[in-house]
C-alpha cells in the first residue's frame, strides 16, 4: 500500500484540532520531515522543496481514528450475504437457501437485525429452507448466530431454537474467522485501502483472537496501510505478559512502528438487541429480565489487577447501566487506565465518575441512530441515560469516537454525521440534547479523543486528511459522504484522489 511521501503541502485551509494555532484562516503551507511537520506559514511564506502535495483550497484535517474495529470480522463481511433489509425470519431464511456456499462448506449472512421481526428465528425454519449445508446468519450486534442443525453438529453446539448467544456465539464467529487466515489477511489489506479513502489513518482493533499472531503475519507480509493497536483478551491475557508484551509496545518487525499492543479487552455484559445488556431496570417486554453480567464483579476486578500491574490498559465492554457501573467501580479499586466500550446506558450519577477517574468513553455514534426505534421500546422504562454523548462532554470526560465494524460502517464520517446531527435519512433527531459539535466530534475522532486530540501543529505526526469541502459547514448528507482528496500517513499517502 505504499504511495508517495511527501515533503510538503500548500495552498490548505487548516481546520479542526491545530487551527487555533494559526495566525489568520487563510491559506497555509507546511513542511513535512521525517514523518512529522517541520514547519507551517502562510502561503508563499515558505520555500517548498521535494514533492509537493498541491492542496488548492481544500481544507485539511488530522489524521482519522476508528476507536473500535473487528477488523478481520469486517473485512470478511463484504464476503459474505447482508441481511439487514430482512423483514422477517422466513425472508432472511429463503434469502440464506440461495446464498452461495463459500469454500470452506458454510452460507454466511451477516447484519440480521430480528429484533422488530414478527417471526423468531426457529431451527425448524432455518433448517427447511437451507437443508444440510451449515448456515449461520449472524446478527448486526456480533452477540448471536442463528444458525441451523447442520451447523450445531458442526460447531458441536445444542440449542433448541438455533440461536446461539454471547460466549458460543463469540466462538463461533472465531472459528469462521480463523479459517483461512491468508484470505482473511487479503480482505484485511483491502479494508486498510478502503479506510484510506475515507480519511482513516488508525484504527483499534479489537478482534476476539490472539491478535499479535495475526498483526505480525501482516507485518512481515509489509503491511503498511493504517496505524494499528489490538486488544488482548482474558484468555490470552498470561500468554501476553509472558511474551513480554506491554500496551503502547511496538510489535517485533512492524513496519514504521505502526503496530502497536492495545488493552486489554473485557466483555462484561450483553447488547440491547439480544436483550442481554445487564440493566438496573427490567427490558420492556420481559419484566424478567434485566440481560446478564457474562463477567462478575470480582472476576473483572481480578483481571484489571492484573493487566494493570503488567502494564495494560483496560477496555471494557459495558453496554448497560448496571455493566458500567461495575465496570467504574473497578477502575477506582485498581487504579486502572482505560476505555469503557459502548458505554450505551449510563446511570446520571456515574457519568461524571468518567471523568474523575480518568475513563475514556469510546462510543459508537451510528448505533445510536441505528437502535432508536429499539432503545424507545424495549429499553422505554430505564431510568439511565441511552446513548450519552454531549452529557459525557459536559462532565469532563475523553470521548472517543468508533464504529464497531462491522457492526456499522468503519468510516468515521459517518459516526461524525451520528453524532453532531442524530439523525438519519431525514427523521427528526433523536434526543437532540445529546448533539455535539463539529468540533468535538473532530477531535473525538483523532488518535487521543476528544480531550487531548491530535493537532496539526509544528512537530506533531504528519496524518493528515485533504477534504474538498469545510467540515464546519457540511449538512448531515454532506458530512456522512464527505470527498477525501488525500490521506497522509507520516506524510506517505495512503490514498490519494
Same mark, same amino acid.
Given at each position: 500500500?505504499?504511495?508517495?511521501?511527501f515533503?510538503?503541502?500548500?495552498?490548505a485551509r487548516?481546520v479542526?484540532?491545530?487551527a487555533?494555532?494559526?495566525?489568520?484562516?487563510?491559506?497555509?503551507?507546511?513542511?513535512l520531515?521525517?514523518?512529522r511537520?517541520?514547519?507551517?506559514?502562510?502561503t508563499?511564506?515558505?520555500r517548498?522543496?521535494?514533492?509537493?502535495?498541491?492542496a488548492?483550497?481544500?481544507?485539511?484535517?488530522p489524521?482519522?481514528?476508528d476507536?473500535?474495529?473487528h477488523?478481520?470480522?469486517?473485512a470478511?463481511?463484504?464476503?459474505?450475504?447482508?441481511l439487514?433489509a430482512?423483514?422477517?425470519?422466513?425472508?432472511?431464511a429463503?434469502?440464506?437457501?440461495?446464498?452461495p456456499?463459500?469454500?470452506?462448506?458454510?452460507?454466511?449472512?451477516?447484519?440480521?437485525?430480528?429484533a422488530?421481526?414478527p417471526?423468531?428465528?426457529?431451527?425448524?425454519?432455518?433448517?427447511a429452507?437451507?437443508?444440510?449445508v451449515?448456515?449461520?446468519?449472524i446478527?448486526?450486534?456480533?452477540?448471536s448466530?442463528?444458525v441451523?442443525?447442520a451447523?450445531?453438529?458442526?460447531e458441536?453446539?445444542?440449542?433448541p431454537?438455533?440461536v446461539?448467544r454471547?460466549?458460543?456465539a463469540?466462538?463461533?464467529?472465531?472459528?469462521?474467522n480463523?479459517?483461512?487466515?491468508?484470505s482473511?489477511?487479503?480482505?484485511?489489506l483491502?479494508?486498510?485501502?478502503?479506510?484510506?479513502?475515507?480519511?482513516?489513518?488508525g484504527?483499534?482493533?479489537?478482534?476476539?483472537?490472539?491478535?499479535?499472531?495475526?498483526?505480525?503475519?501482516?507485518a512481515?507480509a509489509?503491511?503498511d496501510?493504517?496505524?494499528?493497536?489490538?486488544?488482548i483478551y482474558?484468555?490470552?491475557l498470561?500468554?501476553?505478559?509472558?511474551?513480554?508484551? !506491554?500496551?503502547?509496545?511496538v510489535?517485533?518487525?512492524?513496519p514504521q512502528?505502526?503496530?502497536r499492543?492495545?488493552?486489554?479487552?473485557?466483555?462484561?455484559?450483553?447488547?440491547?438487541? /439480544?436483550?442481554?445488556?445487564?440493566?438496573?431496570?427490567?427490558?420492556?417486554?420481559?419484566?424478567a429480565d434485566r440481560?446478564?453480567?457474562a463477567v462478575?464483579?470480582?472476576?473483572?476486578?481480578a483481571?484489571?489487577?492484573?493487566?494493570t500491574g503488567?502494564g495494560f490498559?483496560?477496555?471494557?465492554?459495558?453496554?448497560?447501566d448496571?455493566?458500567n457501573?461495575?465496570?467504574?467501580?473497578?477502575?477506582?479499586?485498581?487504579?486502572?487506565?482505560?476505555?469503557?466500550e459502548h458505554?450505551?446506558?449510563v446511570? !446520571?450519577s456515574?457519568?461524571?465518575?468518567?471523568?474523575?477517574?480518568?475513563?475514556?468513553a469510546?462510543?459508537?455514534?451510528?448505533?445510536?441512530i441505528?437502535?432508536?426505534?429499539?432503545?424507545?421500546?424495549?429499553?422505554?422504562?430505564?431510568?439511565?441515560?441511552?446513548?450519552?454523548?454531549?452529557?459525557?462532554?459536559?462532565?469532563g470526560?475523553?470521548?472517543?469516537?468508533?464504529?464497531?465494524?462491522?457492526?456499522?460502517p468503519?468510516?468515521?464520517?459517518?459516526?461524525?454525521a451520528a453524532a453532531?446531527?442524530?439523525t438519519?435519512?431525514?427523521?427528526e433527531?433523536?434526543?437532540?440534547?445529546? /448533539?455535539?459539535?463539529?468540533?468535538?466530534?473532530?477531535?473525538a475522532?483523532?488518535? !487521543?479523543?476528544?480531550?487531548?486530540?491530535?493537532?496539526?501543529?509544528?512537530?506533531?505526526r504528519?496524518d493528515?486528511?485533504?477534504c474538498?469541502?469545510?467540515?464546519?459547514?457540511?449538512?448531515?448528507p454532506g458530512?456522512?459522504?464527505?470527498?477525501?482528496?488525500?490521506?497522509?500517513?507520516s506524510?506517505?499517502a495512503t490514498?490519494?484522489?
Amino acid at each position: 500500500m505504499s504511495g508517495r511521501t511527501f515533503d510538503a503541502v500548500r495552498g490548505a485551509r487548516i481546520v479542526g484540532p491545530g487551527a487555533e494555532l494559526l495566525p489568520d484562516a487563510g491559506l497555509h503551507d507546511l513542511l513535512l520531515a521525517d514523518g512529522r511537520i517541520a514547519d507551517i506559514a502562510p502561503t508563499g511564506a515558505l520555500r517548498l522543496p521535494g514533492d509537493v502535495l498541491e492542496a488548492e483550497g481544500a481544507f485539511l484535517v488530522p489524521g482519522l481514528w476508528d476507536h473500535h474495529v473487528h477488523a478481520t470480522q469486517y473485512a470478511l463481511a463484504v464476503r459474505r450475504v447482508p441481511l439487514d433489509a430482512m423483514g422477517s425470519a422466513a425472508e432472511a431464511a429463503r434469502r440464506m437457501a440461495d446464498a452461495p456456499i463459500l469454500a470452506d462448506g458454510r452460507r454466511i449472512g451477516v447484519g440480521m437485525r430480528d429484533a422488530f421481526w414478527p417471526d423468531a428465528p426457529s431451527l425448524e425454519l432455518l433448517d427447511a429452507a437451507t437443508g444440510d449445508v451449515p448456515t449461520y446468519l449472524i446478527n448486526a450486534d456480533l452477540h448471536s448466530v442463528w444458525v441451523n442443525s447442520a451447523a450445531l453438529a458442526r460447531e458441536g453446539f445444542d440449542t433448541p431454537d438455533g440461536v446461539l448467544r454471547e460466549g458460543p456465539a463469540f466462538e463461533v464467529g472465531l472459528r469462521m474467522n480463523l479459517g483461512d487466515p491468508l484470505s482473511a489477511d487479503a480482505a484485511v489489506l483491502a479494508m486498510a485501502a478502503d479506510a484510506a479513502r475515507r480519511g482513516v489513518v488508525g484504527i483499534v482493533d479489537l478482534d476476539l483472537m490472539w491478535n499479535a499472531e495475526s498483526w505480525s503475519r501482516r507485518a512481515a507480509a509489509g503491511f503498511d496501510g493504517l496505524r494499528v493497536e489490538f486488544g488482548i483478551y482474558p484468555n490470552d491475557l498470561e500468554r501476553a505478559i509472558a511474551a513480554g508484551l !506491554r500496551t503502547g509496545d511496538v510489535l517485533a518487525g512492524a513496519p514504521q512502528d505502526l503496530i502497536r499492543v492495545g488493552p486489554m479487552k473485557v466483555i462484561t455484559d450483553g447488547s440491547l438487541g /439480544t436483550r442481554t445488556a445487564a440493566c438496573s431496570h427490567p427490558y420492556g417486554d420481559d419484566p424478567a429480565d434485566r440481560g446478564v453480567l457474562a463477567v462478575p464483579p470480582e472476576e473483572l476486578l481480578a483481571l484489571m489487577m492484573t493487566a494493570t500491574g503488567a502494564g495494560f490498559a483496560s477496555a471494557i465492554h459495558a453496554i448497560g447501566d448496571e455493566a458500567n457501573r461495575f465496570a467504574l467501580d473497578a477502575f477506582a479499586a485498581t487504579g486502572a487506565w482505560g476505555t469503557i466500550e459502548h458505554a450505551q446506558l449510563v446511570a !446520571r450519577s456515574d457519568i461524571p465518575r468518567f471523568a474523575r477517574l480518568g475513563v475514556g468513553a469510546s462510543v459508537q455514534p451510528a448505533h445510536a441512530i441505528d437502535d432508536r426505534d429499539l432503545t424507545d421500546t424495549i429499553w422505554a422504562d430505564q431510568t439511565a441515560t441511552a446513548y450519552p454523548l454531549r452529557s459525557f462532554i459536559d462532565a469532563g470526560a475523553n470521548v472517543l469516537l468508533g464504529s464497531d465494524a462491522p457492526v456499522a460502517p468503519l468510516d468515521p464520517w459517518v459516526s461524525m454525521a451520528a453524532a453532531v446531527f442524530r439523525t438519519r435519512d431525514g427523521r427528526e433527531p433523536w434526543r437532540a440534547e445529546e /448533539t455535539l459539535p463539529l468540533e468535538t466530534a473532530l477531535a473525538a475522532s483523532t488518535h !487521543r479523543g476528544s480531550l487531548h486530540p491530535s493537532s496539526i501543529e509544528v512537530g506533531g505526526r504528519a496524518d493528515l486528511v485533504l477534504c474538498a469541502e469545510d467540515p464546519r459547514r457540511a449538512d448531515e448528507p454532506g458530512l456522512r459522504s464527505m470527498e477525501v482528496r488525500a490521506t497522509l500517513l507520516s506524510g506517505r499517502a495512503t490514498h490519494l484522489a
